[in-house]
Nanobody, 122 residues
Framework: QAQLVESGGGLVQPGGSLRLSCAASGFSVDDYTIGWFRQAPGKEREGVGYIWGRFPNRYYADSMKGRFTISRDNTKNTVYVQMNSLKPEDTGVYYC???????????????WGQGTQVTVSS
């Protein structure tokens, strides 16, 4: 059975960095689009970005560009998001997800991870 497990969240000061991991089992991450989403308190879940394909291709939402980098380690069957220059508005629960196509659309998600909390605060 396909599963995704996030880890690496925590408390960080503004301007700091975190790297989140998404460990997959039951499938190979290089066979699917793997997306990251986040949900801030009281707000709708939004897309962060995704990684897909051979090259691999990457896509980021505008507010993440230049700060977040998604990568993939096929040997470890794990997808990462390196988050730099973190802002308080980056606070939320971060989820990885398996997508049926390379679009950052929640209706295309067929597997969700459990989420990991990221708090950016002084």
């Amino acid at each position: 059975q396909a599963q995704l497990v996030e880890s690496g969240g925590g408390l960080v000061q503004p301007g700091g960095s975190l790297r989140l991991s998404c460990a997959a089992s039951g499938f190979s991450v290089d066979d699917y689009t793997i997306g990251w989403f986040r949900q801030a308190p009281g707000k709708e879940r939004e897309g962060v970005g995704y990684i897909w394909g051979r090259f691999p291709n990457r896509y980021y939402a505008d507010s993440m560009k230049g700060r977040f980098t998604i990568s993939r380690d096929n040997t470890k069957n794990t997808v990462y998001v390196q988050m730099n220059s973190l802002k308080p508005e980056d606070t939320g629960v971060y989820y990885c997800a398996r997508l049926r196509a390379p679009r950052l659309t929640m209706t295309l998600v067929d597997r969700w991870g459990q989420g990991t909390q990221v708090t950016v605060s002084s």
